[in-house]
């Protein structure tokens, strides 16, 4: 946890949690003591003075790619997975609120009765008025990622770093799970992200990341503080800028 009284380094930041990491190990699904520790650590990093956004994931529901490769049309895929994200942000939205954080969602594909439609200045008044904006609908596009949406939002809002919670600690040589010669690495540029292939985030994501050098902290959110302590400046994963 960050030093009482600590200035946290980052005023603005995007969180992308992806679907997996609210499945926790039932592989799927939101897992009830998983979301709640996630909306712990956020509501840890809003009490600090942090802006903070979220761009949530829905691969734990439904994924367009998937569908598509057992015979759905892939757009209509892509919708359901988007859709699916929404479920995510309403279940991250209902445990933040019961931990006394104000939060809005806002999603990509209008549906007003259950969340503001997505602009710009809006979800930027809501983060100057210490609301948690979260990001729901994906870009609202067949065809893209979370991981997309996440670095597209971070550079709307202006966000200083783009925090990507994952179930790992961070970039590896190779996959730790599979190789045990895996090394860990704890800092990296863009360039030897790319001329490596080490899996940061889709190519897509990546290269906006890159074009407009939005530095990336890739952590495990699994490990308690880890959020509040990556704000507070400390190396904890790795950062690709
Ligand atoms: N998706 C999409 N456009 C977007 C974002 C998401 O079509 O801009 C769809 C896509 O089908 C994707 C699904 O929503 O598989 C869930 O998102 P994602 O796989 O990025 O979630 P995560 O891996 O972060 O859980």
């Not at 309403?90 to 594909?109: C, F, P, S, W, Y």
């Not at 200045?121 to 729901?136: C, D, P, S, W, Y």
């Not at 065809?143 to 670095?151: E, G, P, R």
């Not at 292939?197 to 503080?225: H, S, T, W």
């Given at each position: 946890?960050?030093?009482?009284?600590?200035?946290?380094?980052?005023?603005?930041?995007?969180?992308?949690?992806?679907?997996e990491?609210?499945?926790?190990?039932q592989?799927?699904?939101i897992?009830?003591?998983?979301?709640?520790?996630?909306?712990?650590?956020?509501a840890?990093?809003?009490?600090?003075?942090?802006?903070?956004?979220v761009?949530?994931?829905?691969?734990?529901?439904?994924?367009?790619?998937?569908?598509?490769?057992?015979g759905?049309?892939?757009?209509?895929?892509?919708?359901?997975?988007?859709?699916?994200?929404?479920?995510n942000?309403?279940?991250?939205?209902?445990?933040?609120?019961?931990?006394?954080?104000?939060?809005?969602?806002?999603t990509?594909?209008r549906?007003?009765?259950?969340?503001?439609?997505?602009?710009?200045?809006?979800?930027?008044?809501?983060?100057?008025?210490?609301?948690m904006?979260?990001?729901?609908?994906?870009t609202?596009?067949?065809?893209f990622?979370?991981?997309?949406a996440?670095?597209?939002?971070?550079?709307?809002?202006?966000a200083?770093?783009?925090?990507?919670?994952?179930?790992?600690?961070?970039?590896?040589?190779?996959?730790?799970?599979?190789?045990?010669?895996a090394?860990?690495?704890?800092?990296l540029?863009?360039?030897?992200?790319?001329?490596?292939?080490?899996?940061?985030?889709?190519?897509?994501?990546?290269?906006?990341?890159?074009?407009?050098?939005l530095?990336?902290?890739?952590?495990?959110?699994?490990?308690?503080?880890?959020?509040?302590?990556?704000?507070?400046?400390?190396?904890?994963?790795?950062?690709?800028?």
């Amino acid at each position: 946890m960050a030093a009482p009284g600590a200035a946290p380094a980052y005023r603005r930041i995007l969180l992308k949690v992806s679907g997996e990491a609210l499945a926790g190990d039932q592989g799927y699904g939101i897992g009830p003591d998983v979301i709640g520790r996630i909306a712990e650590e956020i509501a840890e990093v809003v009490r600090l003075g942090v802006e903070v956004a979220v761009v949530i994931g829905g691969g734990n529901i439904f994924r367009g790619i998937a569908a598509s490769a057992g015979g759905m049309d892939r757009a209509t895929g892509d919708y359901m997975g988007m859709l699916a994200t929404v479920i995510n942000a309403l279940a991250l939205q209902d445990m933040l609120e019961k931990k006394g954080v104000d939060t809005r969602v806002m999603t990509a594909i209008r549906m007003e009765e259950l969340a503001e439609p997505y602009i710009r200045r809006r979800a930027v008044r809501h983060l100057e008025k210490g609301r948690m904006v979260i990001f729901a609908g994906g870009t609202g596009n067949p065809y893209f990622s979370t991981d997309t949406a996440a670095v597209l939002r971070a550079l709307e809002i202006e966000a200083k770093v783009l925090l990507k919670a994952t179930n790992v600690d961070g970039v590896y040589t190779a996959d730790p799970k599979k190789d045990p010669t895996a090394t860990f690495l704890g800092e990296l540029s863009f360039r030897d992200a790319l001329v490596n292939g080490y899996a940061v985030m889709d190519a897509n994501a990546f290269g906006l990341c890159k074009e407009n050098r939005l530095p990336i902290v890739v952590f495990n959110i699994n490990q308690p503080g880890a959020t509040a302590r990556v704000l507070a400046g400390e190396r904890v994963g790795t950062i690709v800028q």
